[in-house]
């Protein structure tokens, strides 16, 4: 189990990776044009560049803690799912680094006695 969450938490970073990156850049350049009502619809541009920045680095260390720590780097995964869930909502594009994250984050968590080799 912690294995599998490790794997889930490099991959759910990595992709989320690609997420942050896009959404940081939206923000950036919306904000360069300064075109009034262009990022309107966007309700907390900080807080999505944050999370952009913080979730998936989260689910990396996590996924990497998931061996050696395996609640702390749960609690890891697990709070960088919710915070990717929150900031960027579930949607084609988040469904794979929320769930990858989520499903990380609770197979470290219930792995309680070290894995069998």
């Known amino acids: ?5 490790l794997v889930l938490g490099i991959i759910a970073g990595l992709i989320g990776l ?10 950036e350049v919306s904000q360069w044009i300064d075109e009034p009502g ?7 541009p900080q807080l999505i560049q944050i999370v952009g920045l913080l979730g998936p680095v989260m689910a990396i260390s996590g996924g990497a803690m998931a ?3 395996a609640q702390a780097g749960g609690v890891l995964l697990l709070v960088s799912a ?10 084609f594009f988040t469904m794979f680094p929320i769930v ?14 070290p894995d069998a080799h």
């Open 100 to 113: 990858m994250a989520g499903l990380g984050g609770i197979l470290a968590v219930a792995a309680r006695t």
């Open 1 to 5: 189990m912690r294995n599998a969450a």
């Open 82 to 91: 919710g915070g990717m869930m929150f900031a960027f909502g579930f949607n």
């Open 38 to 44: 262009l990022i309107s619809w966007i309700d907390h």
């Open 67 to 69: 061996r050696s720590s």
């Open 18 to 27: 690609v997420i942050g990156f896009f959404s940081w850049g939206l923000i």
